[in-house]
Structure formats: structure tokens, C-alpha cells
């Protein structure tokens, strides 16, 4: 059930920059929830309980990929697919740019992009796309990652940590781009569906992350990572996949299995590095939601404001998925103070279901 | 008002099952935590489904005395009746 990462002798790669970049179309929750109620009122009766549902998630509001009053024309999913190509497309070139930018390097000193999403489908994928916009090498490695969802940017510096840890001269990109909007089915009216399109937005992140024989490679070091399946919560969350595209499985038992399972799983990954959480000052948590920040500030006994960087992006963007927790990080990387020594972990969850924890030192 | 209780309990099973993919048996005396394991999800999809079908509104309040499936079921019935006889309680917001 668990599968942990240790690197106590080999080298390890380092976060050199984050990436940011919202889609510029921003409504604010109340315009969402007034855009919505007309079509709310076809099937509901109390709309108040469901405009209730979409305060209670915090989220002040959501930047998306398209202007607000473009969505209700979307009716089939190739129509929002296309779109999510197109933007997804864009907005990944920008925090590729941007990140390697930040690390001072170029689209040629780029070994391996890991591109990971869970809210769009393209072949050739967007890495591949990427390579021809930004001029990326001939023989750049690409590792496109569909599926893993909200944990998919812990687990992607997880995986492109592994990656640079056989090839550590090497320089790769891990990029996670999620327009949540696209994926809404205005036909679903169910509870889950109205609560998710409360609390998803649109981002994309991306990290240049370095092998520890890369030359002028900077920044905190990935230590190791730990994964953890939770059998048997196939349904806990998802995607149906119907005629219209992607239909969303959430359950309440989310913020359950942070309380039922994190504090176990923390402890013992960090004891696997002679580690306790007194030692840990800064953690950066996937923004699944109110309840989630809350189930990992009580399970993991947090000291208040631990988690203040999540809840502010909660606050300002919504849940962005596979790229939320990079957002997290990219400010913890920026704006922490963080001292050489200090030790972080990266954590997420997502559909399986499964966490990803990533310990970080400074 | 029995009718409607009756309903109320039938349209609970539906929703138990297509909704919230329940797949044991729904019976009066089940309890809805510990016997349907409903979380704060399932209660509010119950809810809304019980309020689309009905047209009545099921406040927190109403919420406090509901412990088991016929429970929810009678104050579906007493809101419905109170609509029929022209309360607010059951009235459109």
C-alpha cells in the first residue's frame, strides 16, 4: 500500500522556479452563482440551499478560460476539448516560459517536460505542441500524464524527482494545466457537479526541476516522496466519462480519509528520514477545499497560519487541481524566508484514491 | 397524509439508490448516518431531492428532531400538508 522514495545517498534534485499563470476572464462567485440559477431553476426547487453550497467553499471567485457568457454555447465535448486544446495550449507555453525564465535557462536546456492534467485530452499532447512553439530540443523526452487528478502535482515532483535522480546532469519541466470550467456539464444537475462548479477554477504551474549535477541548479532539494493508495475509493472521486464529456464523481468522505489517514501517513514518511512534524516549517498543501485544509490542519496538529498560503489561494483562485499545490508552492518558494536547512513537505491527494507527499529541504 | 409519507419513503429508496449508489435495503427504522452511512454530501443530495420532488423547503431546524428514514419522511408530509393548507413553511422562496 505504500511506496516510499528514499534517497538517503543519491544526489538530490532541486525546485529551482515556479511558474504561475491565471486565464485573464474573471468572475467573482457571485456572478457565477447569477449566471447559473436560471439553469439551477429547471430542476431545483430551493435555490437558496445551492447557492449556499457555493459560498460555503470560500471561493471569492475563479478565473476561467473563456469569457463567462461564451460556456452555455459549449454543448458537446468536443466543442469544450477544443477549446481546452487551444488555452490549455497557451497558458502552458506561459508558465513554461516564465519558469525557465525565472531559472535562467531557455526552451533548449530543457531535457524532460512531465505535463500532467486531468481536465482534457489532445494527441499529439500539449507537451508535444509545446516543443514545436518554444523550440524544445529534437530529443527532449516527453512524459504526458492524464488521471491523477488533484494529486497529480505532487505526485509530478515525485516523478520527475525519480527521473533526475538517474539522469542528474538533466533539467526537466514538470507542468500541470487545468481548466476546470471546460470539463462543467451544464446538463448535470446534481449535487456534486453544482458543489464542483463552486470550487474549481482554471491555472497552470509550472517547475523547473534539476538534477543535482546540473550546473548552477539552485533552490530547496527534493529529499524524497512517499505515495499512499487507499484501497477500495474508486468512487470517493473522478470522472464518468459520458457522451459530453467529464462527469464529476465527488464524495463528502474526502475530508474523512485527511482525517483518517494523513497524520499516519506524515509520520511515517517523515520517521523514514529520522523526521518528526516539529521539524517540518513549511508545509505546502493542495487546496482541496474547506474541509480538506481543515482535516489536514487538525489531523496534522498544525500551529495556525500553517497552511495560511493554501486558504489564501482556496480564497483567490479556487481548487486548480493538479496545479493548486504548485501554486502554493511557488509562493512558499518566493515569499517563506525559508533558511538553508529547513525542511517542507508537499502534499496532495486525488482520485485512486491517494495521497503524494514530497519532503523538501532548503 | 399517510399517502404522503408513503411517497416520501419511495422517493427516498430512488434517490438512496440512483444517487447515492446505497445499494442495501431502505427501511423506515434505518437509521440515516449509521444504517445509509450518509455523509453531509448524501443528507444534502436527500435533501434537495426530496425538496425538487415535493416542492417544499427542508430547513436546518426541520433537520434537529431527523434521526431515521421515517422520520424524514413524516416531516416531508408535514410540509407538504402545510402547503396544501397555505402556511409559509411551504412556500415557494
Known sequence: MLSTTRHDTTPSPSLSAVGRALPPHYASQDQ???????????????????????????????????????????????????????????????????????????????DHVFF??????????????????????????????????????????????????????????????????????????????????????????????????????????????????????????????????????????????????????????????????????HWVAHTGGPKVLEGFESALELEAGALERSWKSLRQVGNLSSASVLFVLGETLEEAGAKPGDWGVVMAMGPGFCAEMVLVRW | MADTVTEAMAEIRRIAREELEFEGAVEPSHDLLRDLHLDSLGLTVLAVGLENRFRVLLSEEDAQGVRTVEDLARLVATRVAARASGSEAGAHP
Not at chain 1, 82 to 98: F, G, K, N, Y
Not at chain 1, 163 to 181: D, G, H, N, V, W
Not at chain 1, 245 to 268: C, M
Open chain 1, 32 to 110: 457565477l452563482i447569477g449566471a447559473l440559477r436560471d439553469l439551477w431553476a429547471t430542476k431545483h426547487f430551493n435555490l437558496e440551499r445551492l447557492e449556499d453550497l457555493h459560498r460555503n467553499v470560500q471561493v471569492g471567485g475563479r478565473h476561467l478560460a473563456l469569457p463567462l457568457e461564451e460556456y452555455p454555447a459549449l454543448a458537446t465535448f468536443q466543442q469544450r476539448n477544443d477549446a481546452w486544446i487551444r488555452v490549455a495550449t497557451d497558458l502552458s507555453e506561459t508558465v513554461a516560459r516564465q519558469a525557465l525564465e525565472r531559472a535562467g535557462l531557455t526552451p533548449k536546456d530543457v
Open chain 1, 116 to 281: 500532467v492534467t486531468v481536465t482534457g485530452i489532445a494527441t499529439p499532447s500539449v507537451d508535444a505542441r509545446l516543443v514545436n512553439r518554444m523550440g524544445l530540443r529534437e530529443d527532449v523526452k516527453r512524459t504526458p500524464i492524464f488521471g491523477l487528478g488533484c494529486v497529480a502535482g505532487a505526485a509530478g515532483l515525485a516523478r520527475a524527482s525519480d527521473y533526475l535522480r538517474a539522469f542528474p546532469k538533466q533539467t526537466a519541466l514538470l507542468i500541470a494545466t487545468e481548466l476546470c470550467s471546460l470539463t462543467l456539464q451544464r446538463e448535470d444537475l446534481s449535487i456534486p457537479n453544482i458543489i464542483a462548479s463552486g470550487l474549481f477554477g482554471d491555472g497552470a504551474a509550472c517547475v523547473v526541476l534539476r538534477g543535482a549535477e546540473a550546473s548552477g541548479a539552485t533552490g530547496p532539494r527534493v529529499v524524497g516522496s512517499r505515495s499512499v493508495f487507499y484501497p477500495d475509493t474508486e468512487r470517493v472521486m473522478g470522472w464518468d466519462v459520458v457522451d459530453t464529456g467529464f462527469k464529476v464523481v465527488l464524495s463528502a468522505k474526502v475530508p474523512q480519509l485527511v482525517k483518517d489517514h494523513i497524520r499516519g501517513n506524515v509520520d511515517g514518511f517523515l520517521a523514514e528520514h529520522g523526521l518528526t512534524r516539529k521539524d517540518v516549517r
